[in-house]
């Protein structure tokens, strides 16, 4: 299936009955034995991430399948290709926003702490670390951008609009990562904030994702970006509140969505492909 096709819904359910739902809940299938060993151990691939966070390989997985079900050639091989998709990024400004914005948020949530002189321990940042962790990340969010952004994200975008697709891929996100946070943080506040952060997170994304010419790539290392300022954030995360950064991410939310309209989440529509949807939704 070409993504960037204006029959996408049409063609993603003719592959794959049921898509976008019968696939998710495949991805949470598919989850349940990573879930499941990282109860069984208190081994951390890193400070703050459980053996369950390997499910990244799920989505993944998942993501491929479906590429095999469009019976299409070298499907698979331009969907991981994908991932380097920079090409699509015509205005480089994009670079921006896609490599600070979110670093940027955690930056301001350490200031409202020390602001608010909320406990946090003496700062250790780990800078040398930062190159390492942002490989590691990158792979990781590629094998979930594969699968929400570069598999479902169109289909879904192109019948309900961009912000709502993004609120319903977020839920979804954030469902399917509520087990992983649970093992790390058994506390249901601090689960709470983080499934709302992740909500909001995802209408970021798909707002880079359209502003960049649908590059996955630029998706992929916004949320990597993400991850690295969590392991960055004193100390290892240890400090990390996700209430305040839900509420910061979700302002960043709430001002692209008014900003650049919540039905492409684009302004104008500068890709061709929604500019058709819109005088389409325009017409009917």
């Not at 299936?1 to 063609?11: C, L, V, Y």
């Not at 670093?103 to 800078?127: I, N, T």
């Amino acid at each position: 299936m070409n993504r960037h096709s204006p029959n996408a819904p049409t063609e993603a359910n003719e592959a794959w009955p049921g898509f976008p739902w019968t696939f998710s809940l495949a991805v949470f299938a598919l989850s349940v034995p990573l879930w499941i060993l990282g109860g069984l151990t208190t081994a951390r691939l890193m400070p703050g991430l459980p053996v369950g966070a390997l499910m990244f390989l799920c989505t993944a997985v998942m993501a491929c399948m479906f590429s095999v079900r469009t019976s299409r050639a070298h499907t698979i091989k331009g969907l991981l290709a994908s991932s380097f998709d920079f090409g699509r990024i015509r205005s480089k400004i994009w670079l921006l926003p896609t490599l600070l914005l979110m670093p940027g948020v955690l930056l301001a949530s350490y200031a409202f702490m020390c602001v608010a002189h909320l406990p946090l321990p003496v700062p250790e940042v780990p800078w040398a670390l930062a190159p390492v962790l942002f490989l590691l990340f990158f792979v990781a969010a590629a094998g979930e951008e594969l699968a929400w952004t570069a598999t479902v994200l169109d289909p879904l975008q192109s019948r309900l609009g961009a912000l709502r697709a993004a609120l319903i891929i977020g839920v979804v996100c954030a469902l399917w990562h509520v087990v992983p946070f649970a093992q790390v943080h058994p506390s249901a506040a601090w689960v709470s904030g983080q499934f709302l952060f992740t909500v909001a997170f995802r209408v970021v994304l798909v707002w880079l994702y359209n502003n960049t010419g649908r590059s996955v790539f630029a998706t992929i290392v916004a949320h990597a970006m993400y991850n690295v300022a969590w392991q960055l954030f004193p100390n290892r995360g240890s400090a990390y509140n996700p209430w305040i950064v839900a509420a910061i991410t979700g302002f960043v939310a709430l001002v692209v969505t008014l900003v650049w309209g919540a039905w492409t989440l684009c302004g104008r529509a500068s890709n061709p492909s929604l500019k058709r949807t819109v005088r389409r939704r325009s017409a009917a």
